[in-house]
């Protein structure tokens, strides 16, 4: 196995400037030695700063250490970017390989890329293989190697510990259109910022992502270099990817939750419902009338080594009521180290949708007057009315006063067709009584969804 090397380049000289051209000439002499060495062979792959082996499984990158000075921040946003980043200031490193030529150095090795989070979809857990990151730098006259992995160079402030080794997710980034060629798409981290190869927060544009849920505004100040563990500044440095277990764990695992009456029954509660669960292959893994049953399910896969993400399926007769108390108990096992919930399937909502903020229900409170849809059960379907609520302020009023306009709503193509009328895609607040069939609900909810509307789902009894 290839390590770190000495290069030309003093401990604590600055970023940048002659130090970074002598390890740019370096990475040039290094990849031409390297195609003239291995570049017939095709157990390697051998790219500008970077050199791959597929029987060994581990990519090794060209890199250089930000390190730290008075000039850059505590806070580390990065592990690791590419050169034109201009991100340095909250990077442990700089690797002068591309992100895109990264991505297909990682499935060389036979790593499979997932999929960054995207909000915008429901997509909030990085998704893909995990990966094992590791930086080499020599120290010390008598060149001696440092082996470090980038986590123990970081603290979290809320514990003053480093971040624990759980290595990154090969998510792979986004691939947009090409501003220059509208018809063709370029890999997002090549061509714009951060252009990151390791994020420590959840970013749909980087190669590898953290694997767990990080908001930016959430660990933004709490990822902290640690000063503890010095790092030399602007020294060159090999940066190891290899998977991050032999056996390939912890690995995403795909299942279908299904949730459904218990026969014979009349649901009041969790306890009345079947739970079904399923891989890709349509296969049942578990079916059990038991909440424990369905607990124990996913704690084998977990023992297992593996990440259980899940889609929901629930079936239409299910009772509201009893939907919002499973979706309650699942967002409360939606874990790090137990369930990610996948996007939902076409024609149903995120499942938060019945978890929501309680400020929305009270006009006097909410941030934003949605559009109220207020549903009843009647034999043959709901029937509903909507009401537009408007903020404001007359001459000579004391407060705020609530200009209500209320619309029938007979059917849901009657919502439907207001919501689409709609300038931008509505925010959209229903109120439906928890006795009410999900399958019931469900022809609004896709009103509304069909308009790209945000929506939340309240029960008529939380008014009461």
Same mark, same amino acid.
């Given at each position: +196995?290839?390590?770190?090397i000495?290069?030309?380049?003093?401990?604590?000289?600055?970023?940048g400037?002659?130090v970074r051209?002598?390890h740019?000439?370096?990475?040039?002499?290094?990849?031409?030695d390297?195609?003239r060495?291995y570049?017939?062979?095709?157990n390697?792959l051998?790219?500008?700063?970077?050199?791959?082996?597929?029987?060994?499984?581990?990519v090794?990158?060209?890199a &250089?250490?930000?390190?730290?000075?008075?000039?850059?921040?505590?806070?580390?946003?990065f592990?690791?970017?590419?050169e034109g980043?201009g991100?340095d200031y909250?990077?442990?490193?700089?690797?002068?390989a591309?992100?895109?030529?990264?991505?297909?150095a990682?499935?060389?090795?036979?790593?499979?890329a997932?999929?960054?989070v995207? $909000?915008?979809?429901?997509? $909030?857990?990085?998704?893909?293989?995990?990966?094992r990151?590791?930086?080499?730098?020599?120290?010390?006259?008598?060149?001696?190697?440092?082996?470090?992995?980038?986590?123990?160079?970081?603290?979290?402030?809320?514990?003053?510990?480093?971040?624990?080794p759980?290595g990154?997710?090969f998510?792979g980034?986004r691939?947009?259109p090409d501003?220059?060629?509208p018809?063709?798409?370029?890999?997002?981290?090549?061509?714009?910022? =951060?252009?990151?190869?390791?994020?420590m927060?959840n970013e +749909?544009?980087?190669?590898?992502?953290? =694997?767990?849920?990080?908001?930016?505004s959430?660990v $933004?100040?709490?990822?902290?270099?640690?000063?503890?563990f010095?790092?030399?500044?602007?020294?060159?440095l090999?940066?190891?990817?290899?998977?991050?277990a032999?056996?390939?764990?912890?690995?995403?695992?795909?299942?279908?939750?299904?949730?459904?009456?218990?026969?014979a029954?009349?649901?009041?509660? +969790?306890?009345d419902?079947?739970?079904?669960?399923?891989?890709?292959?349509?296969?049942?893994?578990?079916t059990?009338n038991d909440?424990?049953? +369905?607990?124990?399910?996913? &704690?084998?896969?977990?023992?297992?080594?593996?990440? =259980?993400?899940?889609?929901?399926?629930?079936?239409?007769?299910l009772?509201?009521?009893?939907?919002?108390?499973?979706?309650?108990?699942?967002?409360s096992?939606?874990?790090?180290?137990?369930?990610?919930?996948?996007?939902p399937?076409p024609g149903?909502?995120?499942?938060?949708?019945?978890?929501?903020?309680?400020?929305?229900?009270?006009?006097?409170?909410?941030w934003?007057?949605p559009?109220?849809?207020?549903l009843?059960?009647?034999v043959?379907?709901a029937?509903?009315?909507?009401?537009?609520? &408007?903020?404001?302020?007359?001459e000579?009023a004391?407060?705020?006063? $609530?200009?209500i306009?209320?619309?029938?709503?007979?059917? =849901?193509?009657?919502?439907? &067709?207001?919501?689409?009328?709609?300038?931008?895609?509505?925010?959209v607040?229903?109120?439906?009584?928890?006795?009410?069939?999900y399958?019931?609900?469900?022809?609004?909810?896709?009103?509304?969804l069909?308009?790209?509307?945000?929506?939340?789902?309240?029960?008529?009894?939380?008014?009461?």
């Amino acid at each position: +196995m290839l390590v770190a090397i000495s290069a030309a380049g003093a401990t604590n000289a600055p970023a940048g400037g002659a130090v970074r051209e002598r390890h740019l000439a370096l990475v040039r002499e290094r990849f031409g030695d390297h195609v003239r060495r291995y570049g017939q062979d095709s157990n390697w792959l051998v790219r500008p700063g970077l050199l791959a082996n597929r029987a060994a499984r581990w990519v090794q990158l060209d890199a &250089e250490t930000v390190g730290v000075n008075d000039f850059i921040t505590r806070q580390v946003e990065f592990a690791l970017i590419t050169e034109g980043s201009g991100k340095d200031y909250e990077a442990l490193a700089v690797t002068f390989a591309r992100p895109s030529d990264i991505h297909a150095a990682l499935e060389f090795i036979g790593l499979h890329a997932g999929r960054p989070v995207d $909000y915008t979809r429901h997509r $909030y857990w990085p998704k893909g293989d995990r990966v094992r990151m590791t930086f080499r730098w020599t120290e010390g006259t008598n060149g001696a190697v440092r082996t470090v992995r980038p986590e123990d160079l970081i603290l979290d402030a809320r514990t003053d510990q480093p971040l624990p080794p759980q290595g990154f997710v090969f998510v792979g980034s986004r691939r947009v259109p090409d501003p220059e060629k509208p018809d063709a798409l370029v890999y997002a981290a090549d061509r714009y910022d =951060p252009m990151a190869v390791a994020s420590m927060y959840n970013e +749909m544009d980087a190669v590898l992502d953290v =694997p767990r849920r990080a908001y930016k505004s959430e660990v $933004y100040e709490l990822q902290v270099r640690n000063d503890r563990f010095p790092v030399p500044r602007a020294h060159w440095l090999c940066v190891q990817l290899e998977p991050f277990a032999p056996d390939g764990t912890p690995h995403p695992t795909d299942v279908t939750l299904h949730i459904e009456c218990a026969p014979a029954t009349s649901p009041a509660a +969790m306890r009345d419902l079947r739970f079904t669960l399923r891989d890709t292959a349509g296969l049942v893994r578990q079916t059990t009338n038991d909440l424990t049953g +369905m607990l124990a399910a996913f &704690e084998r896969l977990v023992g297992a080594g593996r990440e =259980p993400y899940v889609t929901l399926e629930p079936d239409d007769a299910l009772p509201l009521k009893v939907l919002r108390e499973t979706c309650a108990f699942l967002a409360s096992i939606e874990q790090d180290k137990g369930i990610r919930i996948e996007p939902p399937l076409p024609g149903h909502p995120y499942y938060r949708a019945f978890l929501p903020n309680p400020a929305l229900r009270d006009r006097t409170t909410r941030w934003v007057q949605p559009l109220e849809l207020h549903l009843f059960d009647r034999v043959g379907g709901a029937t509903g009315q909507l009401f537009r609520i &408007e903020d404001t302020w007359p001459e000579g009023a004391t407060g705020t006063v $609530y200009k209500i306009t209320p619309y029938a709503v007979p059917a =849901p193509a009657a919502a439907a &067709e207001y919501f689409k009328a709609q300038q931008y895609p509505p925010l959209v607040v229903i109120f439906a009584p928890g006795a009410m069939r999900y399958g019931t609900l469900r022809p609004f909810l896709q009103a509304a969804l069909d308009a790209r509307a945000s929506l939340y789902v309240f029960l008529s009894e939380d008014n009461q």
